[in-house]
């Protein structure tokens, strides 16, 4: 695991490059995350891992010149990117689909997951120091959706 997350956190912060964002979700403790694995060891193992790779990522990204912010993982696979319904019908996790019941939007449930990052990771930049316009598009933010 150790070799997996030094070769997944070198791959991610020299992908994202120089002066980035990076947006993980934080799933230390998470109790969705715990009651998948809750047999034998594996629930420590998993938050074990995310740890070790959260610290790797932060430290490979100081490095680049990049930041590092953690999220509350709590409906980033369940919120439409379109129009903003959130409904755990939304997400089909067996078959990996995302179909929003109100604007029916689809895709897969993990791009899903990472489009809604991405939103939390420019509100980041809207609401601090940061902020520099060309990161939200139009030329002023866009207003948060949760
Ligand atoms: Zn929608």
Same mark, same amino acid.
């Given at each position: 695991?150790?070799?997996? !997350?030094?070769?997944?956190?070198?791959?991610?912060?020299?992908?994202? $490059?120089?002066?980035?964002?990076?947006?993980?979700?934080?799933?230390? $403790?998470?109790?969705?995350?715990?009651?998948?694995?809750?047999?034998?060891?594996?629930?420590?193992?998993?938050?074990?891992?995310?740890?070790?790779?959260?610290?790797?990522?932060?430290?490979?990204?100081?490095?680049?010149?990049?930041?590092?912010?953690?999220?509350?993982?709590?409906? @980033?696979?369940? @919120? &439409?990117?379109?129009?903003?319904? @959130?409904? =755990?019908? !939304?997400? !089909?996790?067996? =078959?990996?689909?995302?179909?929003?019941?109100?604007?029916?939007? @689809?895709?897969?449930?993990?791009?899903?997951?990472?489009? !809604?990052?991405?939103?939390?990771?420019?509100?980041?930049?809207?609401?601090?120091?940061?902020?520099?316009?060309?990161? &939200?598009?139009?030329?002023?933010?866009?207003?948060?959706?949760?």
């Amino acid at each position: 695991m150790t070799h997996i !997350n030094h070769a997944v956190s070198k791959a991610l912060v020299q992908h994202a $490059g120089k002066n980035s964002l990076i947006v993980l979700e934080d799933l230390e $403790g998470v109790r969705s995350a715990t009651e998948k694995v809750r047999k034998k060891d594996r629930w420590y193992s998993v938050s074990w891992a995310f740890h070790q790779l959260r610290q790797m990522v932060e430290y490979k990204a100081k490095l680049n010149l990049s930041t590092v912010v953690t999220v509350d993982p709590a409906y @980033t696979s369940q @919120t &439409c990117p379109k129009c903003g319904h @959130t409904e =755990k019908a !939304n997400r !089909n996790k067996q =078959k990996h689909v995302f179909q929003c019941r109100t604007c029916g939007y @689809t895709s897969n449930d993990d791009r899903i997951g990472a489009m !809604n990052l991405h939103r939390k990771g420019i509100e980041y930049l809207c609401a601090g120091k940061l902020h520099q316009h060309d990161w &939200c598009g139009a030329g002023s933010c866009q207003p948060a959706l949760m």
